[in-house]
């Protein structure tokens, strides 16, 4: 089991990062609420880690935080749940907001999710009403992720990174176009950031 990763944050292609641990390169999964956290590429990054293993493969996820490790780990154990819907779910709302949901049983900010129905999301609010520590106050927003990058197509990256994340290609453009309109000039983080924050409860 590999339970933590100490490296070079070698790239960052959001959710998947690229951590290079004494020259062999681990591939991560993370959610975007660890994503917008970490230190530019290039520098030093310690992750928490989940090794996921199925029939088909060994699959890294990756968090900044014990904390967030073991939210990732309680949220699958949740019937219906699997790492795939945890990371998403986590990419939207953090830990305090999803404790909001649950302490308000709002099934309409879990729905937003990919891959999350109204069953599920009410499985959820059950599931988790006991085991997640309450969380006062409002979503905080994320830092942007600080690392130089060359000259990309911020909208096309930000599309991609959501697409990874579960969300239909056609869902994901206008989820993006409504964050460019909103901010013209955004990179890519801020994009994906602006589009993920309609997913939080109000």
């Given at each position: 089991?590999i339970g933590r990763l100490?490296g070079t944050?070698a790239?960052v292609q959001p959710?998947l990062l690229?951590?290079?641990?004494?020259?062999?390169?681990?591939e991560v999964l993370?959610?975007?609420t660890?994503?917008f956290?970490?230190p530019?590429q290039?520098?030093?990054v310690?992750?928490h880690?989940?090794?996921?293993v199925?029939?088909?493969?060994q699959?890294?996820?990756?968090?900044?935080?014990?904390?967030?490790r073991?939210?990732?780990?309680?949220?699958?154990k949740?019937n219906g749940v699997?790492?795939?819907?945890?990371l998403?779910i986590?990419?939207?709302?953090?830990?305090?907001?999803l404790s909001?949901c649950?302490a308000e049983?709002?099934?309409?900010?879990?729905v937003?999710?990919?891959?999350?129905?109204k069953k599920t999301?009410?499985?959820?609010?059950?599931?988790?009403?006991?085991?997640l520590?309450p969380?006062?106050g409002?979503?905080n927003d994320?830092p942007?992720m600080?690392?130089?990058?060359?000259?990309?197509?911020?909208?096309?990256?930000?599309?991609?990174a959501?697409a990874a994340l579960?969300?239909?290609p056609?869902?994901?453009?206008?989820?993006v176009?409504r964050a460019s309109?909103a901010?013209?000039?955004?990179?890519?983080a801020t994009?994906?950031?602006?589009?993920?924050?309609s997913?939080?409860?109000?």
């Amino acid at each position: 089991m590999i339970g933590r990763l100490s490296g070079t944050l070698a790239a960052v292609q959001p959710p998947l990062l690229l951590v290079d641990v004494q020259g062999v390169g681990y591939e991560v999964l993370a959610p975007m609420t660890t994503v917008f956290e970490l230190p530019p590429q290039g520098q030093q990054v310690q992750l928490h880690t989940h090794l996921a293993v199925s029939e088909t493969a060994q699959t890294l996820y990756g968090f900044l935080r014990e904390a967030d490790r073991q939210l990732f780990r309680t949220l699958i154990k949740v019937n219906g749940v699997g790492p795939k819907m945890a990371l998403a779910i986590l990419s939207g709302l953090d830990a305090a907001a999803l404790s909001r949901c649950v302490a308000e049983d709002n099934v309409a900010a879990l729905v937003k999710v990919p891959g999350v129905g109204k069953k599920t999301a009410e499985r959820l609010i059950v599931e988790l009403r006991d085991k997640l520590a309450p969380h006062p106050g409002e979503v905080n927003d994320i830092p942007l992720m600080a690392a130089a990058a060359p000259k990309v197509d911020h909208l096309a990256e930000a599309e991609s990174a959501l697409a990874a994340l579960g969300y239909k290609p056609t869902e994901a453009s206008k989820m993006v176009a409504r964050a460019s309109k909103a901010q013209p000039d955004a990179d890519s983080a801020t994009l994906i950031r602006l589009a993920l924050k309609s997913i939080a409860p109000a």
